[in-house]
């Protein structure tokens, strides 16, 4: 081939290239505009009206003109109509006081904030976070917040992967910090590794709660002390708990092919006797944090292998061998909020 | 583009391949056709992987579903895979004396691997996709550092590695930037994204199978004898084993970045959620001073800079511990660490480039750079357990007291390293 010819070839099939991806661009952008200004698919409760008696909320995730909003249903219809707010959150967590609610806001530099709501759902607090939102729970009584997010460097000089748990009281008071800070007690052995790594928590009272760490490959269930600052293990192998109503047992994800791929399933775990019950093959590849709809059943988010971005939230009897079942569609981030007692 | 088509002089007929450095008679152009084309092609190719790393955690957690967990996983999957597969790449390039071609087959596996990312789903999938783009780079960066080097003039070497270490940066800055942009115009649009990606990967895929010649370290005779084979000793070669020394001593006193930054973070001088433009930082020193840095190794010496280079770094340490005015110190040690990588990455592959005899040209590349990519791992490794025993600042001060004595040792090496004379 002469260089004029190969010229030619190559301002071609640039121009040929750049048309096609245009062309993509505009149909995906167009198919964006169609699904996102449709009303949802779920029956709607009217108006801008909320529900205030026990009720899930959640994050809608249905393709539509509310997808990313907070919404929740009555506990007794969770397939009933929903009632949508205005507030947009990647992950959610409510209490009868309040919400707190962790977004991503895309921008050239994208940001990453933790809003505290009010009941009305206005935002009353922002925190800047380091990276991509992942788990977020208030204490019972709403006094304290946990956020988890990643901090996510450039591929081009990596540092892998990082996470900063931060726990603070609601309303602008005190923090605690990155909980990586806190004195760390793994089965009985003080250890200061420089890899570890907190997420996931769980709060019992305003003064204890249950998260992650992990530090050289393996991950421990351990017990926080907001007062001593120390986290102490419970058990190994174990991630993201989630304490139940009645405060006797810790839910988790477990990862059942150790090695290479991640496979996750649910386990649950006997406080006071450390008895570990493994939901069998029920819910794999669950990647959330499960929340307690009460003392016997879990609920958890799954991503749609078919529809990227939509997501379902399922229930599971504890139990083992137990099926779930699909127990809010188009759903993600539940939360169950019983008025009047502590959820 | 406009410049790689314009560049060559009107008088140079277009089809004639640029000289080797052996048979340079007229004034020699300062920075080739071929060293602009292989640096746009590294220009739009990180956009592509840029800025699909942009938007990985984003995407893995917020469409696929995954836990940035698993992406953690898929992210360390990356390291250790490249620098061998490194070696490979150089030795084919040498074994065929056609680095054009290896280099555009590691470049295709990466355009391919963007295919099959538009359509990946789970952790396993992504991983595996994520992988063969790592491979793919590890192909083809030794052919193409040696297409380089014998492109250009012994004199303009500093240069020329600057010139493309230099776009490869602003490439690498762009991704980013690109991918965000498309998501504010398109909130949900990570598969246009992708394919943006894809595009980027395939115009820079086209660019070099279309447009760089095919550079050959050995001149090519029209008759006559055969060049010479490549031969394992020539790895071997006295004058290169100086260079896989210093360079790798050097390297075992290199932290890794993250530490740096941790340490930084540990000092408190910032909120976390600057934590990601720290990398934006020493990329801008690194891209400003790519160019003035080769240059300024041209002058006076590749070796002499290669191994000053280590002092600048043991003051970014010095910067990140001192005490004072954190905002200072960050912005100084940023700026410190992208002086090292311009002082250091490209000069290595200068500098390896012609210790050996021309058929090993690749080999010799490859085999630098995975001396010095393999010494990182494991000081990295040696500094976590550093860190735990003495805290970030004494870590990072002993570090800095150890690298100045072994660039005074080194110092005493220079002579060894050749400075510069061309083999051959």
């Known amino acids: ?343 | 583009m406009y410049l790689t088509l314009r560049d060559r002089p009107a008088s140079a007929p277009p089809d004639q391949p640029d000289q080797p450095d052996s048979s340079v008679a007229a004034p020699p152009r300062r920075v080739g056709r071929v060293v602009l084309t292989l640096g746009l092609v590294s220009l739009l190719t990180d956009i592509s992987s840029e800025s699909v790393s942009a938007i990985l955690p984003l995407y893995l957690t917020a469409v696929v579903g995954l836990s940035t967990v698993a992406y953690g996983f898929v992210d360390g999957l990356n390291q250790g895979v490249s620098a061998l597969v490194r070696l490979g790449g150089g030795w084919l390039a040498d074994r065929t004396d056609r680095p054009k071609w290896v280099a555009f087959a590691g470049y295709a596996l990466s355009a391919v691997a963007r295919v099959f990312l538009l359509f990946a789903g789970g952790a396993a999938s992504v991983s595996a996709v994520v992988a063969a783009d790592r491979v793919g780079k590890g192909i083809r960066t030794a052919p193409r550092d040696s297409m380089i080097s014998s492109a250009t003039p012994t004199e303009h070497l500093g240069r020329a590695f600057g010139v493309h270490r230099m776009l490869d940066t602003i490439g690498a800055a762009l991704g980013p930037l690109i991918a965000f942009g498309i998501l504010v115009l398109i909130p949900d649009g990570f598969s246009v994204v992708l394919a943006v990606s894809l595009a980027f990967a395939v115009i820079g895929v086209a660019l070099l199978g279309l447009l760089a010649s095919d550079q050959r370290a050995r001149p090519r005779p029209e008759d006559g004898p055969a060049p010479e084979p490549l031969r394992w000793s020539d790895l071997a070669e006295p004058r290169l084993r100086p260079l896989l020394l210093v360079s790798g001593g050097l390297a075992l006193l290199t932290v890794g970045d993250g530490f740096l930054y941790l340490a930084l973070l540990d000092r408190g001088g910032f909120a976390a959620s600057w934590f990601p433009m720290l990398f934006v930082g020493t990329n801008i020193a690194y891209l400003a001073l790519a160019v003035p840095v080769g240059r300024l190794a041209d002058r006076v010496g590749r070796a002499r800079v290669l191994v000053a280079g280590h002092l600048v770094l043991a003051a970014a340490y010095l910067c990140a511990c001192l005490p004072g005015s954190t905002w200072t110190s960050t912005l100084g040690t940023l700026a410190l660490l992208g002086a090292f990588y311009a002082a250091t990455d490209g000069v290595t592959a200068a500098l390896a480039g012609r210790l050996v005899p021309l058929r090993a040209r690749g080999s010799g590349i490859a085999a630098a750079q995975t001396v010095v990519a393999l010494a990182r791992m494991g000081s990295s490794f040696g500094f976590g357990l550093l860190w735990l025993a003495l805290g970030s600042s004494a870590a990072l001060l002993l570090v800095a007291g150890l690298l100045v004595a072994a660039v005074l040792v080194a110092a005493t090496q220079l002579g060894r390293l050749g400075l510069d004379r061309v083999v051959s």
């Open chain 1, 1 to 343: 081939m002469s260089t004029r010819l190969r010229v030619g070839v190559f301002v071609l099939l640039v121009a040929v290239v750049a048309a096609a991806t245009a062309w993509y661009a505009l149909a995906e952008h167009q198919s964006f505009e169609q699904t996102r200004g449709r009303d949802p698919q779920v029956a709607q409760v009217p108006g801008a009206q909320t529900i205030s008696g026990p009720r899930v909320v959640f994050r809608h995730s249905g393709l539509d003109n509310r997808y990313g909003l907070v919404a929740m249903v009555p506990l007794a219809d969770p397939t009933g109509p929903r009632a949508f707010t205005d507030v947009p959150c990647d992950r959610v967590a409510a209490s009868e006081l309040g919400a707190s609610c962790l977004v991503v806001q895309p921008g050239v530099v994208t940001r990453f904030e933790a809003h505290e709501l009010s009941p009305d759902w206005q935002v009353a607090q922002t925190y800047p976070l380091p990276g991509v939102p992942s788990r977020t729970r208030l204490s019972p009584d709403g006094a304290l917040v946990a956020t988890t997010s990643f901090v996510t460097g450039h591929s081009y000089m990596s540092v892998g992967f990082s996470t900063a748990t931060v726990v603070r009281e609601t309303g602008g008071g005190r923090s605690w910090g990155n909980l990586e800070k806190f004195d760390l007690v793994l089965d009985g052995e003080q250890v200061e590794p420089v890899d570890r790594n907190v997420w996931g928590v769980t709060f019992r009272d305003d003064r204890r709660f249950y998260a992650t760490v992990g530090t050289g490959g393996r991950v421990w269930l351990v017990e926080g002390d907001l007062e001593t600052r120390t986290l102490t293990s419970v058990a190994a192998d174990g991630e993201c708990p989630s304490l139940s109503p009645d405060g006797s047992r810790l839910a988790f994800k477990v990862d059942v092919d150790p090695g290479e791929g991640r496979q996750w399933s649910l386990a649950v775990l006997d406080l006071a006797t450390g008895r570990r019950t493994e939901l069998g093959d029920g819910p794999r590849g669950v990647d959330d944090q499960v929340a307690w709809l009460d003392d016997e059943t879990l609920l958890y988010g799954l991503p749609r292998a078919d529809q990227p971005g939509v997501n379902d939230v399922w229930s599971i009897p504890v139990r083992p061998g137990a099926e779930p079942e699909l127990f809010i569609q188009e759903a993600w981030s539940p939360t169950v909020v019983r008025p009047g007692s502590p959820s």
